[in-house]
């Protein structure tokens, strides 16, 4: 819950109060910051229970268009899952601790990748703004606790392999 200052914020992206304002609701609109008259907005706090239970409907949504996904599956979509592999790979097929901030877009790269292929602008969009804000409270949580981590790349080879191959038991 770090509250914002606006002052701070009008110098950094170098515009008027108007339009950050604007921004700023936009952002409290959309579950990101909190706002309280005569406080102003907050980085919104969220509870364990709260993250656990948007973890859990994010891969909720991710299963059922992952299944969408592989009952469709192009082409295209197979050669972009093999890409996003190779890329996340780069980071995860080390035994050395990743840092977050590197890891992530390519962790993001890669499910995207897998749920594309769904074919569904809407459910697309609703797994995006899931994922964005699950990658934002993870992302916060780490920056106060931890830069780097050790990733298993075999999950995500596995995952890949068994969506190509069309096996969705796996």
Known sequence: GDRLK??????RYSCTASPLREALFSLQESGWLDFEDNKGF???KIQKDQL?????TCLEIEYLMLSK???????????????SLHHLSKKEDTE??????EWSPLN???????VA?????????IWERLANRLSYFVFLSFKNHQESFLVNHKEHSEIAQAAINKDKDK
């Open 6 to 11: 606006v002052l701070p914020l009008k110098e």
């Open 42 to 44: 907050s980085i919104k």
């Open 52 to 56: 656990w239970d948007l973890k859990k």
């Open 69 to 83: 996904s592989i009952d469709i599956g192009s082409p295209e979509w197979e050669s972009g899952v093999i890409s």
């Open 96 to 101: 050395q601790a990743v840092a977050y901030h």
């Open 108 to 114: 993001y790269a890669f499910h995207h990748s897998l």
């Open 117 to 125: 292929g769904c074919h569904s602008e809407a459910l697309i969009e």
